[in-house]
């Protein structure tokens, strides 16, 4: 499997993430008896982004619970970054009522969610953030960083391999060579994201296993609904073979499907399977058919004139 993050991209995680952890080391139990949160006018704005799941409904009752997500983005990289103990802070649209704060968990790299209760003035400002503390000679207090909300996603600079999957479907695990065979290529977001767009077509790289890739196949969009892509392979020589998606040909890591890999056995055409295609004969096989039963038909007709001569004469 090709590396997700190359050694350039993996020293500005491990940067983020040391920036990240200076403000959470330090205050874990003065956090623990801050109280309720208030508003954050001067708490630094991080580099990172957050992009929202949803737009949050202005309509909500108070009271009522709201599940929210948000993808943590590196704008530089192109890529969702993982970060600790975050926080979805909701303030009131009207009234003197407090925010209400959630801490968020990741269900996966880079994408936090939390469920919050409406406060009392309605939905208002959002704040998605990370939690630190400052200390000094008189303790410590409570010193967030917010990220940079930017809206909802996807974010338009990000590479699709990091934000959505890929499924290969190949219509039997078994291909014949020099056979065409339909694969199918189903791409799902991450995320359901209201804005996502499904590009026009993927591509489907052929290689030998452990060996570099020998084929690029177009995949064009057939079911848009469905994020449904499908390519027609050929393969002309027998053995194993691997096939795996990207966005482009000569594809870098990072357009790359990294768990779309999947491997065909391709046979030779003796050897198909029950109901596979075979090669269509050749024209002199089919000329040499046609004679045969030409000759067939012709005995069949004076055979049957014969008898019936015969049966005449016995009359």
Known sequence: MRPILTPRSGARVAATLGAISLLVLSGARA??????????????VLETQAWLDDALPAAAEPGTSLRLGALLWDPTLGAPVPAPS???RLYSAIGDAGPVE?????????????????????????????????????????????????????????????IATVAIEPVLPTSVAGVAAQVDLLLRPK???????????LVLVVREPRGEPLADVSAPLVDAAGGRYRASLVLPAEGDYVLE???????????????SIVTIKVLPPTDA??????????????????LLAGVAIVATVLAGGLIYLGVRERS
Request: hydrophobic share 35%; glycine share 14%.
């Open 245 to 259: 998606a990207a966005t482009t040909e000569a594809a870098s890591p990072e357009d790359t499907f990294d768990a």
């Open 102 to 162: 959630q801490p968020a968990s990741s269900d996966w790299p880079g994408h936090i969610v939390a469920t919050v209760i409406v406060p009392e003035g309605g939905v208002g400002r959002l704040e998605v953030g990370v939690q630190g503390s400052s200390c000094g000679a008189d303790g410590c207090t409570r010193s967030d960083a917010l990220y940079d909300l930017r809206g909802v996603g996807p974010p338009a600079n990000g590479a699709l391999p990091r």
């Open 273 to 290: 399977p029950p109901g596979a295609a075979a090669p269509a004969p050749e024209t002199a096989n089919d000329v040499g058919g046609l």
């Open 191 to 201: 995320v359901a994201w209201p804005g996502f767009q499904a590009p026009g077509r």
């Open 86 to 88: 975050t926080f979805f």
């Open 31 to 44: 956090l623990a008896s801050s109280g309720a949160p208030g508003p954050s006018p001067s708490a630094p």
